[in-house]
């Protein structure tokens, strides 16, 4: 049996190897088979298998509400050969890069070249889940584990129902996060294994790519996680390292984030510029409460073991608002952690996955631990969080890390596994049969505890059958450890079975967080709302958010109502509302936040006059309505009922169009003052421009009493995503008016000429012109959206320079040896032998 280091390959690299570190075993053999490999893909391609059916599509709530319509945005901006920069179908316009999603996640752009558009998420969340088995498969190996042990391990990783339920939502970008993790722990080990700066470049395109996921929360904790990963392997290896060694790690560990960043750079740097203008940089209602609303109650940490506990999905009865996933890593799993205990305490690495599960569940409690405020106080950031749960992903990743390594300790007990060298050794037969006596104990107490539950608690609902379920493949687990301990099953068949039960139990719970939908062409199609919009004068809509529990989140050819959904985007209609979570602040205020910080509506439901200054020309309710106009304590004229069907549409007549020409300015210092302007009794939109800012402007001024005349006519001759042109004919210098968003990145030209645009009406765009026949055009034009893409595009085409350069290396190395191992030995020298 021939030993390999890892990270030296034999008759390839002829360069003095580093001195080798410590290791938790030696490592027989490459880290993983093509075998392991397939296995993995293969398992996550039969479990997604549903979704390939025909006329059917993997569901999820977020993807159904926004993702699906975004992705389809997306993809059609790039398919057209532009980068997808402004998004107008929603909350008034907003820029793509508020909240870009996976759109230039490297599979992510492959996968919509290559496939439907209803594809592309499947087979992106088949990719990930075997990337999740890969990369543990391969850390466990690197730490020194058996190739079956690691096997078992790496699909206990890969069916955790941490990353596996966030597909209900489709949190792609959760999920790209978590199942990065090992793949990103095994080069930080290898990195300072070798201080070889291939496996740093390795570490910087992983943590790139989870960058690019742009789940930032999710990109955090692994990050921070990762580094203190590394610290520990500099620590605990310093001796071999020495002072230089440890220095060029921790140099070259920096210097793969910052690059990782550079790799991320198109999403990152134009965010950046973006979160003034977002409601994350509002600090009102933004507080300690606010950023600790979804902690994980302690309580629930039961439900790595029996999520049912506290309830899953529809049937969750815990604190929380809501609760779209689960804590659960199978009973194996726990099993061996409860094992490793009394087995691995002694093992730094399993020390360190030890502390790092509990650091990540203290964040995971958030306001329900005192800690979480030191957190809160220290850590950069975590103030913009709302979530803290979501490093539950590392928990789940440090459970099954230490449940290999018992997995690992107990295959050196068993006789079908033991090393040559130490089957004979006294130790081994006494811990043998210690660990077949606490398993023979278990079992018997799981069986004793399983039948009781089914007694008790037969006709108690979710959770005693979900203790019921767990006791019960707890039960098998043991039975077969137990066997396996005696030298009744071999080692072959103990990795199929263990492998088998694993993948069952973690399925159970994780098909729950499984949904298959309607084709697009089904679930996507015209409804009778559609149907008649299509028929109309274009018009912003506005879905009334009134009742909220009468009127679905997803609309579809039934005729339901999308008011928290983008469902109106995928025919080209422009909506108030919407689904994002990430839109321009300045849009969300002028609509009415209410005292937790959410949209609730009030400025448009109370003051009609903010209906006609956005433009909303369409009013869409399940329910007969009638606004009332709390300024002039009387209903609201006129808005007619124009369509009754599956819902009621009404025209709002006196909505702006899409470009307007007003003939005064109303001049304000800031935000404050425009919104009081606003409020005014008599403010009329198509009259005043509410202008903020501007000292003078070669617009009269209004007076206040004066009723103003009509100043010309405009003509929209174009409209694109990031381009409106607009013909103008002004009798006298106006104001022209978009009810479109204003937002940095907006570059104006009249007649060519670039005009400064003006913060309008609190948050649309003003522009003055003068009198006379102008094209006026509007672009958008982000400079560090473009900063960020030329960095990225640099940064990934070093990678692919430096990948294509070590590939023509390895391979002209290859070709030498195989030259030299081929050369025949000359006469005189076999004789001389």
Same mark, same amino acid.
Request: with cysteine; proline share 3%; hydrophobic share 55%.
């Given at each position: 049996m021939t030993t390999v280091s890892p990270g030296i390959v034999p008759g390839v690299d002829r360069r003095p190897a580093a001195p080798r570190l410590q290791t938790t075993a030696t490592v027989d053999g490459p880290l993983i088979s093509w075998k392991a490999v397939l296995a993995y893909v293969l398992v996550a391609a039969v479990y997604f298998l549903p979704a390939f059916l025909p006329e059917k599509q993997i569901g999820g709530t977020d993807y159904f509400a926004g993702g699906y319509f975004f992705l389809e945005f997306a993809t059609k901006r790039l398919a057209g050969g532009a980068l997808p920069k402004w998004v107008p179908y929603v909350f008034g316009g907003l820029p793509m890069y508020a909240n870009p999603g996976s759109t230039y996640y490297p599979l992510r752009l492959l996968y919509g070249e290559l496939? =439907? #558009?209803?594809?592309? &998420? %499947?087979?992106?969340?088949?990719?990930?889940?075997? /990337?999740?088995?890969i990369g543990m498969h391969l850390l466990l190996r690197a730490l020194g584990l058996r190739a079956w042990t690691a096997f078992v391990g790496g699909l206990a990783f890969e069916f955790?129902?941490?990353?596996?339920?966030?597909?209900?939502?489709?949190?792609?970008?959760?999920?790209?996060?978590?199942?990065?993790? =090992? #793949?990103?722990?095994? &080069? %930080?080990?290898?990195?300072?294994?070798?201080?070889? /700066?291939?496996?740093?470049?390795?570490?910087?395109?992983?943590?790139?790519?989870?960058?690019?996921?742009?789940?930032?929360?999710?990109?955090?904790?692994?990050?921070?996680a990762a580094g203190l990963w590394g610290l520990f392997l500099i620590a605990r290896d310093r001796h071999a390292l020495g002072w230089g060694g440890a220095a060029r790690c921790v140099g070259l560990g920096a210097a793969s984030a910052a690059f990782a960043f550079s790799l991320a750079a198109i999403d990152i740097l134009p965010f950046i510029g973006y979160i003034a203008s977002s409601p994350r940089a509002a600090t009102a209602n933004r507080d300690y409460e606010f950023s600790t609303q979804f902690s994980m109650p302690p309580v629930e940490t039961i439900g790595l073991a029996v999520p049912e506990q506290a309830g899953i999905l529809f049937d969750y009865h815990g604190p929380n608002p809501f609760k779209l996933h689960t804590e659960y890593v199978g009973a194996l799993a726990v099993l061996l952690l409860a094992i490793s205990i009394g087995l691995c305490w002694r093992d730094a690495v399993w020390r360190f996955f030890g502390g790092l599960a509990l650091f990540a569940l203290s964040i995971c409690y958030g306001a329900h631990t005192p800690i979480y405020k030191l957190y809160y106080a220290l850590l950069p950031g975590t103030n913009k969080f709302r979530s803290p749960s979501i490093a539950l992903f590392l928990v789940a990743f440090s459970v099954v890390v230490m449940a290999a390594l018992a997995l690992e300790r107990l295959a050196a007990f068993a006789p079908a596994d033991r090393n040559p060298e130490t089957r004979k050794a006294p130790r081994v037969p006494a811990q043998n049969d210690r660990a077949k006596r606490w398993l023979s104990a278990l079992t018997v107490v799981?069986?004793?505890?399983?039948?009781?539950?089914?007694?008790?608690?037969?006709?108690?609902?979710?959770?005693?059958?979900?203790?019921?379920?767990?006791?019960?493949?707890?039960?098998?687990?043991?039975?077969?450890?137990?066997?396996?301990?005696?030298?009744?099953?071999?080692?072959?068949?103990?990795?199929?079975?263990?492998?088998?039960?694993?993948?069952?139990?973690?399925?159970?719970?994780?098909q729950k967080f499984f949904d298959v939908r309607p084709a697009p062409d089904i679930a996507f199609a015209p409804d009778s709302v559609v149907d008649f919009l299509s028929t109309q004068q274009p018009g912003r809509v506005w879905v009334f958010p009134f009742p909220t529990n009468d009127i679905s989140a997803v609309s579809s050819s039934g005729g339901s109502v999308a008011v928290r959904s983008d469902y109106l985007m995928h025919f080209g209609f422009s909506q108030v509302g919407g689904e994002h979570g990430n839109q321009l602040q300045r849009w969300n205020e002028l609509l009415g936040v209410g005292p937790n910080g959410s949209i609730d509506w009030h400025n448009l439901s109370e003051r009609p006059v903010f209906l006609n200054a956005i433009g909303v020309r369409y009013i869409v309710s399940r329910v007969p309505m009638q606004l009332f106009d709390v300024e002039r304590d009387q209903p609201v004229a006129g808005l007619h009922l124009v369509w009754e069907g599956s819902a009621f549409i009404y025209r709002n007549d006196a909505a702006l169009p899409l470009a307007t020409l007003v003939p005064s300015v109303q001049r304000v210092a800031n935000a404050s003052e425009a919104m009081t302007a606003m409020r005014t009794e008599h403010w009329d939109p198509r009259q005043v421009a509410i202008v903020e800012g501007a000292p003078s402007l070669p617009v009269r001024d209004h007076v206040a009493g004066v009723t103003e005349h009509s100043t010309g006519s405009v003509r929209v001759t174009a409209f694109d995503p990031d381009h409106i042109s607009v013909?103008?004919?002004?009798?006298?210098?106006?104001?022209?008016?978009?009810?479109?968003?204003?937002?940095?990145?907006?570059?104006?030209?009249?007649?060519?000429?670039?005009?400064?645009?003006?913060?309008?009406?609190?948050?649309?765009?003003?522009?003055?012109?003068?009198?006379?026949?102008h094209q006026v055009s509007f672009d958008f034009e982000p400079r560090p959206f473009y900063t960020g893409a030329w960095i990225s595009a640099v940064s990934w085409l070093a990678v692919l320079i430096a990948g294509a350069s070590a590939l023509v290396v390895l391979l002209r190395r290859s070709r030498s040896s195989a030259r030299q191992t081929a050369r025949p030995v000359p006469a005189h020298a076999s004789r001389s032998r």
């Open positions: 496939l =439907p #558009l209803d594809r592309v &998420l %499947v087979v992106l969340f088949i990719t990930q889940f075997a /990337i999740a088995g955790s129902g941490v990353a596996m339920s966030y597909v209900f939502a489709g949190q792609d970008g959760r999920i790209i996060g978590a199942t990065f993790t =090992p #793949l990103v722990f095994f &080069l %930080v080990y290898r990195g300072v294994q070798t201080r070889q /700066i291939r496996w740093f470049v390795g570490l910087s395109v992983a943590l790139g790519t989870v960058l690019l996921s742009f789940q930032l929360q999710s990109a955090y904790y692994l990050m921070l799981t069986a004793v505890a399983a039948l009781l539950v089914m007694i008790v608690g037969f006709d108690r609902g979710g959770a005693a059958l979900g203790w019921t379920r767990f006791l019960c493949f707890l039960f098998a687990v043991c039975q077969i450890l137990r066997l396996w301990m005696g030298g009744r099953l071999s080692r072959s068949v103990t990795m199929a079975i263990l492998a088998l039960v694993t993948v069952v139990d973690l399925w159970w719970i994780d013909q103008v004919n002004a009798t006298e210098p106006a104001m022209l008016v978009l009810t479109e968003n204003y937002a940095d990145g907006w570059v104006a030209r009249i007649d060519g000429r670039e005009t400064p645009i003006l913060r309008t009406n609190y948050t649309l765009r003003g522009l003055p012109v003068p009198a006379g026949d």
